[in-house]
T-cell receptor, first 114, second 114 residues
Framework: EAGVVQSPRYKIIEKKQPVAFWCNPISGHNTLYWYRQNLGQGPELLIRYENEEAVDDSQLPKDRFSAERLKGVDSTLKIQPAELGDSAVYLC????????????FGSGTRLTVV | AQTVTQSQPEMSVQEAETVTLSCTYDTSENNYYLFWYKQPPSRQMILVIRQEAYKQQNATENRFSVNFQKAAKSFSLKISDSQLGDTAMYFCATSSGSARQLTFGSGTQLTVLP
């Protein structure tokens, strides 16, 4: 069984440019999460999906960040325009029930904004 | 709101010895779960061990075990017979039972020395 697949693995962009990250969760996992992990820190939740519905996006900076999960499967996270402070690792995770099983994480996308 | 505190930013241990990583947390939930995740340089977050708060028995997974002190809100991880492959960042996390998400600590960088 394939794990959570994310792409790209690395991305370097200039500030003010747009960028998008893609995530394919584990088949059957209805819950999908996007986390941001700054250097030397723990991941912080950006948005949580239950199927195709965003049920918790309170930490998502909505002026520049957007996300979608079409058909309740794959998801994309977009930043437009990117700022220097957006440099981080963006992790996608999926779960059947995070309380019981925790998450299965992807390998993340390391974004560098220059 | 939940908080997780890991007070040891870095630790080292000699190969084959035992090391304990500390974690304290705060939650208003009555039913919650606790997790330790390992993040090697590959960035893949790997679930090490989980504990259900309503169970008094400490969880064990091979060389990994926890010391769960519910009253003190403490959840430490003990790694026995440390191996070079254990070198990684270790994150303590707690679930939010009602919100179905994980809150992470800031991590402890563990280095196993040959």
């Amino acid at each position: 069984e394939a794990g959570v697949v994310q792409s790209p693995r690395y991305k370097i962009i200039e500030k003010k440019q747009p960028v998008a990250f893609w995530c394919n969760p584990i088949s059957g996992h209805n819950t999908l999460y996007w986390y941001r992990q700054n250097l030397g820190q723990g991941p912080e939740l950006l948005i949580r999906y239950e199927n195709e519905e965003a049920v918790d996006d309170s930490q998502l900076p909505k002026d520049r960040f957007s996300a979608e999960r079409l058909k309740g499967v794959d998801s994309t996270l977009k930043i437009q325009p990117a700022e220097l402070g957006d440099s981080a690792v963006y992790l996608c995770a999926s779960s059947l029930d995070s309380r019981l099983y925790g998450y299965t994480f992807g390998s993340g996308t390391r974004l560098t904004v220059v | 709101a939940q908080t997780v505190t890991q007070s040891q930013p870095e630790m080292s241990v000699q190969e084959a010895e035992t090391v304990t990583l500390s974690c304290t947390y705060d939650t208003s939930e009555n039913n919650y779960y606790l997790f330790w995740y390992k993040q090697p340089p590959s960035r893949q977050m790997i679930l090490v061990i989980r504990q259900e708060a309503y169970k008094q028995q400490n969880a064990t997974e091979n060389r990994f075990s926890v010391n769960f002190q519910k009253a003190a809100k403490s959840f430490s991880l003990k790694i026995s017979d440390s191996q070079l492959g254990d070198t990684a960042m270790y994150f303590c996390a707690t679930s939010s039972g009602s919100a179905r998400q994980l809150t992470f600590g800031s991590g402890t960088q563990l280095t196993v020395l040959p």
